[in-house]
């Protein structure tokens, strides 16, 4: 049978409706949070960023949401579109080293 | 806006060839880096550099060497390919600074080692 660390946990979602996009960050003293997005056969692409002194940021259609208590990341995406279809993944960064540790992501797939 | 080029976007090389994989960058960064990308396992770093002529070893160097002999470029250098060396790579740059700040990504080199 197949890997199941081959398959991306995937949202699907109808196009107006509202994406939340969940992460859990594995260490307590990160402090810089980031979100991508991956289109197919592309680079990742920068979304949104946030630093831990913040709880909420917000973009253009999007908005992160930081609760260091939980260690968890998200981001919402409001009126999704099929243009927001792609992977999506986190990135955490700080604490004793200033790399960025990534994600797996999540596949994120819009319904017209 | 930041470009990160990657010259080629994709390769295919033969087990035991040596293979070079160029980035450059146009907007004076500090940092450059070299992940790979397989599926499930997400992004995976292999080399990073601060500065011309520095270089740091990421989290699986192992068969891989890089070089930065100007700001702009950072080279990743497979020395023999191996099949398990098949992957997308990514190069990425940043502005500088010790903390963690966005990366610019270019859009991948796939690299298939027959």
């Known amino acids: 049978g197949e890997s199941v660390g081959l398959h991306l946990p995937t949202l699907s979602v109808q196009e107006g409706d509202n994406s939340i996009i969940n992460c859990a960050y594995s260490?307590?003293?990160?402090?810089?949070f980031i979100w991508y997005k991956q289109e197919s056969g592309k680079g990742p692409q920068f979304i949104i960023d946030?630093?831990?002194?913040?709880d909420k940021r917000q973009g253009q259609r999007v908005t992160v949401l930081l609760n260091k208590t939980v260690k968890h990341l998200s981001l919402q995406i409001a009126a999704t579109q099929p243009g927001d279809s792609a992977v999506y993944f986190c990135?955490?960064?700080?604490?004793?080293?200033?790399?960025?540790?990534f994600g797996t992501g999540t596949l994120l797939a819009v319904q017209p | 806006d930041v470009k990160v080029t990657q010259s080629s976007r994709y390769l295919v090389k033969r087990t035991g060839e040596k293979v070079f994989l160029e980035c450059v960058q146009d907007?004076?960064?500090?940092?450059m880096f070299w992940y790979r990308q397989d599926p499930g396992l997400g992004l995976r770093l292999i080399y990073f550099?601060?500065?011309?002529?520095?270089?740091e070893k990421g989290d699986i160097p192992e068969g891989y060497s890089v070089s930065r002999e100007k700001k702009e470029r950072f080279s990743l250098i497979l020395e023999s390919a191996s099949t398990n060396q098949t992957s997308m790579y990514l190069c990425?740059?940043?502005?500088?600074?010790?903390?963690?700040?966005?990366?610019?990504f270019g859009s991948g080199t796939q690299l298939s080692v027959l």
């Open positions: 990425a740059s940043s502005l500088s600074g010790a903390r963690s700040e966005k990366l610019f």
């Open positions: 260490n307590s003293a990160s402090d810089y």
């Open positions: 946030i630093r831990s002194n913040m």
């Open positions: 990135a955490e960064g700080g604490g004793a080293t200033n790399k960025l540790i």
């Open positions: 907007m004076d960064h500090e940092n």
């Open positions: 550099s601060y500065d011309v002529k520095m270089k």
